[in-house]
């Protein structure tokens, strides 16, 4: 009985302790996964000015993301230690998506990357840390690099990730960063499209699970989706309102951002390169650096958030972000294909008219075995068509120069015609597949860039252009096509590192160029905002956003880039395009980066003159619009208008834009608040670009306001009525 009694009770003991003990045990569990691993002291704060980024390391020596928002005093961050990994492993005790997956040499899946050193550099306004994380079981080395830049509240990140081991280990996963979140809600902007339709911005609500925005066209990878994003947390931030990080991939190639909301509604947000059909086999002491994620954080809303952005552009991410452009006559939307030298020549008659600084001559002029009349034929062939050209590229530079305007030329340079001489020679230079049939984007493929002879013949094109005419003043590079054939006759078995090796090419060559040309203004186009990325942007000076030029599409592409982009990298011609007036699509253009593509014969006594003055006022208002801060008013997705300013860094100038995107006339009450100003200053509003013949019907206009009135008063931009499809552009002086 006793003895019953006591081994009831043990097992009662027994059933009670072990499930005392799977209680203790999922206690524990629940409370490292809620709140991170134990920690030990041993903090890294990573700053800017007004961004706080804690990363602690924990008595386990895993790393771990303790805090990221606004900078607090520094004594808070003290009780912050608890957190989430930094860069989370596949095939240990991680369950959700990996930032990194490697297979060791032996076939272990596995990877444990604990914290062995850190390092911090400053110089002036940069700042940068690296953090070595090691495997303790398997010679693997991984690098977070985290860059602030203090005064712009940007900070980029990206990993290095290198081994010793015997073999290449195969990396199926390498995200540049992982950051977490907890928030009750999380609202993501994206940011969609196609060809001409560039950029539709659409905000919704995360719920569990993934959701991600990625591309795997290889080239022209922008193409259905552009790779930028908001992230509100809480709930939608408006301009002025709202914490959100905006974040951005510095990369040409795939990418894939991935959004994941766990079971406590925790968010992990993974930035890279998109690892589709892309298994890297990693050579030992060979180094795998993944591009940069760019991010910055705002405690106040959107309009923070690209103020931080377009600073950081100008100074660090653009090829001479804080220097001038050219305006320039581009003749696609004029000619297509279809000219003669003389028609050219006639054409530098009217870009002198219109007063700009030069002329761009498109697609068309090359191919003399297969001429290129039309996108079929003579992609490759990179000689001018003697039949359209007789005297030459350096004859037209010549003739501009005489003309007091500069030459600038379009080239596609990784794309082949299957009619051309190229592809007639080099059939070996061109991704296609073994045994299948060739799959064309508009008539064309994309060359085998990997290959350092087919490297060696793009710098060529524009090495011996620019010897023979080094009076050649810009460039503009097309990509027309997304990668299908994907297969290089060049890597051989190492077909998965095809979109890898493709894009690092691509930098190599530019690379090349500018160590060259450092300064030769280039225009990234890819058949419209097919590419436009900040890893691209440190070679080119501006980009092509969309083939679509309506002046009231433009208005919502132009705004959709501006939250990432600063308007001198967002080129905007005026083009016959769309049913607006002269006016309204001017007004447009000179929001960005304006030029024309237009017949200029075809424009009246009266358009012309607008015309002209408009270039005069550009160039008057351009450094405000180039180098000011921008201030989003009123969104074109909010209400049937756009409005929005420049202001000058000192406040003493700002330029205000403002569009109806009504089609009817409406009634539009509500007053317009600035912002930016300094609320002391006085200052005078005045509008300009007014047609010849027309007067301002503001009754503001040309009065003197200060900027406390401007900003909490406000103008009335719509007096009357808002007429359909008109628009206004005010420069406002300080006194
Ligand atoms: C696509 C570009 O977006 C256009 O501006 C023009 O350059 C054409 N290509 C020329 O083929």
């Avoid at 509500?670 to 027309?694: A, C, H, M, W």
Wanted: charged fraction near 25%; aromatic fraction near 14%; charge should be neutral.
């Amino acid at each position: 009985m006793a003895c019953f009694t006591i081994s009831l009770f043990l097992c009662y003991y027994y059933r009670y302790y072990s499930y005392m003990k799977k209680c203790l045990v999922a206690l524990v569990v629940f409370i490292q996964s809620f709140s991170g691993h134990a920690q030990t002291d041993k903090q890294i704060i990573i700053e800017t000015s007004r961004t706080a980024m804690v990363l602690t390391v924990g008595n386990n020596q895993r790393v771990v993301q303790s805090y990221l928002g606004k900078k607090l005093p520094a004594s808070d961050y003290e009780q912050l230690k608890a957190g989430r990994e930094i860069y989370l492993t596949a095939g240990m005790d991680n369950q959700f998506e990996p930032s990194i997956r490697m297979i060791h040499t032996d076939g272990n899946p596995s990877l444990e990357l604990k914290y062995s050193s850190h390092h911090t550099e400053t110089s002036g306004n940069i700042s940068t840390t690296i953090i070595i994380l090691k495997d303790s079981v398997y010679p693997v080395e991984v690098l977070m690099h985290y860059t602030s830049y203090f005064n712009e509240d940007v900070i980029k990140t990206w990993t290095e990730i290198k081994h010793k081991e015997s073999k290449p280990v195969m990396l199926t996963h390498y995200a540049s960063s992982l950051l977490h979140f907890i928030a009750d809600e999380y609202w993501l902007t994206q940011f969609h499209g196609d060809w001409a339709r560039e950029m539709n911005l659409v905000e919704e609500k995360l719920t569990n699970g993934i959701k991600s925005i990625e591309s795997k066209l290889g080239t022209r990878t922008n193409f259905y989706q552009t790779l930028v994003f908001f992230l509100s947390l809480n709930k939608p931030s408006t301009e002025t309102d709202g914490e959100l990080i905006a974040g951005t991939l510095a990369w040409t190639g795939n990418f894939k951002f991935s959004f994941e909301v766990d079971q406590r509604n925790g968010l992990r947000v993974h930035s890279g390169i998109n690892a589709y059909a892309s298994e890297y086999y990693l050579q030992p002491n060979e180094i795998f650096t993944t591009p940069e994620f760019i991010f910055t954080y705002s405690a106040n809303g959107k309009g923070q958030a690209s103020r931080n952005l377009h600073r950081w552009a100008r100074n660090y991410a653009v090829l001479d972000g804080n220097a001038p452009r050219m305006t320039l006559l581009n003749n696609w939307e004029a000619t297509h294909t279809d000219f003669t030298e003389t028609r050219l020549v006639e054409l530098f008659d009217e870009a002198k008219k219109l007063g700009v600084d030069l002329f761009l001559l498109d697609d068309g002029w090359f191919g003399n075995k297969f001429p290129r009349n039309d996108d079929k034929a003579g992609l490759g062939d990179w000689q001018e068509d003697k039949k359209k050209l007789p005297s030459g590229l350096g004859y037209l530079v010549k003739e501009a120069e005489k003309k007091g305007i500069k030459f600038g030329i379009w080239l596609e340079p990784e794309m082949v015609n299957p009619k051309s001489e190229l592809y007639q020679q080099h059939p070996e230079w061109i991704l296609k597949l073994p045994n299948r049939e060739e799959n064309y984007g508009r008539n064309q493929l994309v060359l085998d860039l990997i290959n350092p002879k087919v490297q060696d013949f793009v710098f060529s094109i524009i090495d011996d252009m620019m010897t023979k005419d080094p009076g050649i003043a810009f460039i503009k590079w097309d990509c027309n096509r997304s990668m299908t054939n994907m297969y290089s006759p060049y890597l051989k078995e190492k077909q998965t590192h095809l979109f890898i090796d493709y894009t690092k090419a691509l930098y190599k060559v530019m690379g090349r160029i500018r160590a060259k040309y450092p300064h030769l203004p280039i225009m990234l186009c890819s058949g419209g905002g097919g590419r436009t990325d900040y890893a691209a942007l440190k070679y080119f000076t501006e980009f092509w956003p969309s083939d679509n030029t309506d002046g009231l599409e433009r208005i919502y592409i132009q705004w959709g880039y501006s939250y990432f982009f600063p308007a001198n990298t967002i080129s905007a011609h005026i083009t016959s395009m769309g049913k607006q007036s002269l006016k309204f699509r001017t007004d447009v253009a000179m929001m960005g980066k304006m030029g024309y593509d237009i017949r200029v014969n075809n424009f009246t006594p009266q358009e012309l003159q607008f015309s002209n003055d408009a270039v005069k006022n550009y160039k008057r208002i351009s450094d405000v619009v180039w180098f000011g801060d921008l201030y989003r008013l009123i969104s074109p997705y909010d209400e049937n208008r756009a409005v929005l300013m420049y202001v000058s860094e000192n406040k003493n100038k700002a330029i205000l834009f403002n569009y109806f995107t009504n089609t009817r006339r409406i009634d539009i009450f509500s007053r317009v608040l600035l912002q930016g100003l300094d609320p002391r200053k006085k200052y005078r509003i005045n509008e300009i670009n007014l047609f010849p013949g027309t007067k301002s019907a503001q009754p503001d206009n040309d009065k003197v306001f200060t900027g406390e009135y401007l900003m909490n008063i406000g103008l009335n931009l719509a007096p009357g009525r808002a007429a359909a499809l008109s628009s206004n552009i005010f420069e406002i002086n300080e006194e």
